[in-house]
């Protein structure tokens, strides 16, 4: 089952929520010039819109990096500087959990790098789902973050989630 629309999975952009940065000029931080994440968290989120119920999953990922090359401009839309952050989706189907290519939720992150001569990032990154329309009440998640010298981060995986 496809995503009746490509387009939402994409204007679902990621939300830096917390962004820390150059704290001082001598401050120095041991953070990679690879992009890292951990999972943090996920919460499902129902919702009716004109009448139809809306499935939302709202997951968290803490990322560092150390030279803040983490997000696109506008203008960044040939591949591979397209998308900044890849999601790949598994489904429970009986005892095992199996990768389904149902859903397109690849996004990009608008460009982060602080001005400033120290550029490291820290922060958590909130990422809205539209998983209306998926074919199993149990689904997992990987995350992969790239950065613009296209270094990919260690690959994230949320737990298997367990959907009401």
């Not at 990679?32 to 919460?43: A, C, G, V, W």
């Not at 690849?106 to 789902?129: C, H, S």
């Amino acid at each position: 089952m496809k995503h009746p629309n490509p387009k939402i999975a994409q204007t679902l952009a990621p939300v830096v929520l917390a962004l820390m940065s150059g704290f001082s000029c001598t401050q120095k931080n041991d953070f990679s010039d690879i992009p890292f994440l951990r999972f943090e968290s996920h919460e499902q989120q129902t919702q009716t819109v004109g009448g139809v119920t809306l499935d939302n999953l709202l997951v968290r990922i803490y990322f560092t990096d150390g030279n803040g090359d983490i997000g696109l401009e506008q203008s960044d839309t040939v591949p591979p500087y397209d998308v900044t952050l890849l999601v790949r989706t598994f489904q429970a189907d009986g005892d095992t959990v199996v990768e389904v290519f149902d859903y397109d939720f690849n996004t990009r992150i608008p460009n982060l790098t602080p001005e400033g001569q120290n550029k490291a990032l820290e922060g958590v990154i909130e990422f809205d789902m539209d998983i209306s329309l998926r074919g199993s009440d149990s689904l997992q998640f990987s995350f992969v973050l790239l950065d613009r010298a296209l270094n990919r981060s260690n690959e994230v995986f949320s737990p298997l989630i367990v959907l009401e």
